[in-house]
């Protein structure tokens, strides 16, 4: 059995990435998204006849809550006996609305500023508490035989 664990499940990529892997019976994969609610996409592909395996957990944590991605780390080394194998970071925060702006053009330094923290405290800050917390709760992590693996994934639009 091969566990993953995809952070930003709930459409695009990251449920594209739990649709791919969750189609091989052998994989467990932990669907991390911000709120079990309103995930349509997610919460349709889990209960369609296409989740044939029925090998998909939907997990909630935020990037930008320490204590929902421990909360989550604990419920998938229970569930794997500290045995995660890939972890997938698909979250991230892009603000669609000033998407198109350039630096000179934001309406305000301080729009800009504020923009600017957000997308750090969640795509570096969130990123880093979301490896910490699933490393820290999986044994396999630590141990010399080596670690599983982080996969990294971002994506830019241009409108």
């Known amino acids: ?52 395996h029925k090998n998909v957990v939907v997990l909630e944590a935020d990037l930008n809550d320490y204590k929902s991605l421990k909360t989550a780390a604990k419920e998938v080394s229970k569930a794997t006996q500290g045995e995660l194998d890939v972890l997938i970071n698909n979250g991230a925060l892009f603000y669609h609305e000033r998407g198109r702006l350039t630096m000179d053009s934001y309406p305000d330094e301080e729009t800009l500023e504020n923009d600017l923290l957000s997308f750090f405290k969640t795509n570096v800050v969130g990123t880093t508490h979301a490896i910490n917390a699933f490393i820290s709760s999986s044994p396999r992590w630590k141990n010399e035989e080596g670690p599983g693996c982080i996969v990294f994934h971002g994506l830019s639009k241009r409108h």
């Open 1 to 52: 059995m091969v566990s993953y664990v995809v952070i930003g499940a709930s459409r695009g990529i990251g449920l594209g990435f739990v649709q791919a892997l969750s189609s091989d019976p052998e994989n467990i994969v932990f669907a991390s998204v911000r709120n079990k609610s309103t995930t349509t996409q997610l919460r349709d592909f889990v209960n369609s006849e296409a989740n044939k």
